[in-house]
């Protein structure tokens, strides 16, 4: 708890001074506090050159943050997040102290000198940085460092967006990938502390004025599920151009990889005097959007331009977040699609605010699968409360259709093409990429679905497992009895106590022959009993038992027979 606190000063402290070098070097490059508020305007700095100055400033900026990032903190190049998700699964929760100020530093130059990125994915990993630096001085335990790098990462969400909340999902939804009372108290914790202090600083206002929302037809709700759909396409393909823009990049690209930021800011450089609106992360765009101040011809113009300018962004080296892009791309869509319907049901569309604010939180949802996030996150950084039904709706239905249309999130992809699974063991790992079938045991006997308590107490007692396998009176497979499920049922009154075995029988997670250990081994650690029924792909009938004895045999038959040293009849 002490820590937690701690690390939510700590990320409150980092988000000011990372929100102040953003907006100094804004000001230096562009001369504004935010060019995209007067996109198209000359630089105060350098009015000779007129608009055109955009050509030179991610230029300057990239011959700054290049050697920075390249000498000093690789990991610092990029969005950031999925550093911190890998760290956090397959390296401890281990993450060096100097990402901090690297990124701090770097994610800035490239936002002010035009870069179009966002804030979230370098306060992540600033905050994360911290948390796992006061956990290793602390000398924690591996779990408990990964709860302290969540902490960070709602720390710096919370501060830097006024957003609470959406900082505790964030953390526990896409950083650690499990909810827990524990993690749920120390990420609150942190965030609460860090939002203190960015309120302190910055003021508790709202990341949006919206006027008031009403859905006042139900028609409108067959509306806002369609934008849900069509705003996962859109967050789909926004991750496949952004991978596929830096895939070019790569390809392209033959020099050094510290000059690479400044080369390819030329190319930045024209998008941003076509499309001057891009510089930075553009909340002001966004607001306008919102607002209706913009056609529907250009709303999509502006769509397709963030998409570019962020891939080209990232693609070059630059350092920056893409949440914020996925809530402009989507504030963009959802303000053409409101327009639209607008002229097709003039009586019943409502305002096009509605549908750009819904948007903003389907396009993130279907690129990052992050519901519950996304819907926490929209609500805080517009703290507009009545548009709170159909943004759950398109939000769910933005997450179910990204899922169907790719197994990966703009996070998970990025590592997925370096060679990198998250839900697969570490690479060098002793353990987890044997299929389960190369070190199952021979299954247990099973207990027949009639026998009594008493019975299935005496024969699991004397099985020597914690759980074994039921079978109905055809011999077919229904699922597993643990000793802890007996237990309970016998220290229950009589009359409510179950009979038969087969009453308290439960299929557990699908564990299958052909399944990487790694996979089964998550279901293994989450089940009740010391063991699972290992099932046949093909007809789903058990084959063997995998137990936490099993798997570590696994470790024991991947070594290599030790050298002997030849006997004394080998000698004479």
Request: with cysteine; net charge neutral.
């Amino acid at each position: 708890m002490v820590l937690a606190v701690v690390i939510g000063a700590g990320a409150g402290a980092g988000s000011i001074v990372f929100r102040w070098c953003i907006t100094t070097f804004t000001h230096l490059f562009s001369g504004h506090a935010d060019y995209a508020a007067d996109p198209g305007s000359g630089n105060a700095h350098v009015p000779w050159l007129g608009p055109c100055f955009v050509i030179l400033a991610p230029v300057a900026g990239g011959l700054l943050y290049g050697p920075l990032v390249q000498r000093f903190a690789k990991e610092a190049r990029g969005h950031g997040v999925p550093e911190v998700m890998l760290a956090v699964a397959q390296r401890g929760g281990r993450i060096s102290p100097k990402v901090a100020v690297v990124k701090t530093l770097a994610s800035a130059l490239t936002i002010g000198s035009g870069g179009s990125v966002g804030r979230e994915g370098p306060i992540v990993q600033i905050g994360s940085a911290l948390g796992s630096t006061l956990g290793h001085l602390a000398k924690v335990t591996e779990e408990r460092m990964r709860l302290l790098v969540a902490c960070g990462a709602a720390g710096g969400i919370a501060a830097t967006f006024n957003a609470p909340l959406a900082g505790v999902f964030f953390a526990m939804e896409l950083i650690l990938g499990t909810f827990s009372a524990e993690a749920f108290g120390a990420t609150v914790l942190a965030s609460v502390t860090a939002s203190v202090i960015g309120r302190a600083a910055f003021g508790d206002t709202a990341f949006l004025t919206l006027p008031d929302f009403h859905v006042d037809h139900l028609a409108q709700y067959g509306l806002f599920a369609l934008l849900g759909v069509i705003a996962a396409v859109v967050g789909v393909g926004f991750s496949r151009v952004l991978y596929l823009i830096e895939d070019a990049c790569d390809w392209a690209w033959r020099g050094p990889e510290w000059l690479r930021p400044a080369a390819g800011g030329l190319l930045l450089g024209l998008v941003l005097l076509v499309l001057p609106q891009m510089y930075g992360v553009g909340y002001p765009v966004l607001q306008k959007a919102t607002e209706g101040g913009y056609a529907l011809g250009f709303l999509l113009l502006l769509m397709l331009g963030k998409m570019l300018a962020t891939s080209l962004t990232i693609g070059i080296g630059g350092s920056g977040g893409v949440f914020a892009p996925s809530l402009f791309i989507g504030a963009m869509l959802g303000s053409a699609y409101g327009i639209g319907v607008g002229h097709l049901l003039p009586a019943s569309a409502g305002a096009v605010g509605a549908y750009a604010l819904v948007a903003m939180g389907a396009v993130f949802a279907g690129a990052a699968r992050a519901p519950i996030t996304a819907v926490v996150i929209l609500f805080e950084l517009t703290g507009e409360y009545s548009i709170i039904l159909p943004l759950m709706l398109a939000i769910v239905l933005a997450t179910a259709t990204g899922r169907l249309l790719t197994r990966d999130t703009i996070y998970t992809l990025k590592l997925r093409r370096r060679g990198i699974d998250l839900d697969g063991p570490a690479t060098g790992a002793p353990i987890g990429g044997q299929p389960v079938g190369a070190v199952m045991e021979p299954l247990p006997s099973a207990l027949a679905a009639a026998t009594s308590l008493a019975d299935a107490t005496d024969l699991l007692s004397l099985s020597g497992h914690g759980a074994l396998p039921v079978v109905d009176d055809a011999g077919e497979y229904v699922g597993v009895v643990t000793a802890q499920a007996l237990a309970e049922a016998l220290a229950e009154q009589p009359q409510a106590a179950p009979e038969r075995v087969g009453q308290l029988a439960e299929p557990p997670a699908t564990v299958t022959a052909d399944q990487p250990l790694a996979q089964a081994l998550h279901a293994l650690l989450s089940a009740a009993g010391t063991g699972l029924p290992v099932l046949d792909e093909a007809n789903g009938k058990p084959v063997g038992w995998l137990s936490h004895q099993s798997a570590l045999r696994a470790v024991h038959t991947s070594r290599p027979e030790p050298a002997r040293s030849p006997s004394r009849a080998a000698w004479a």
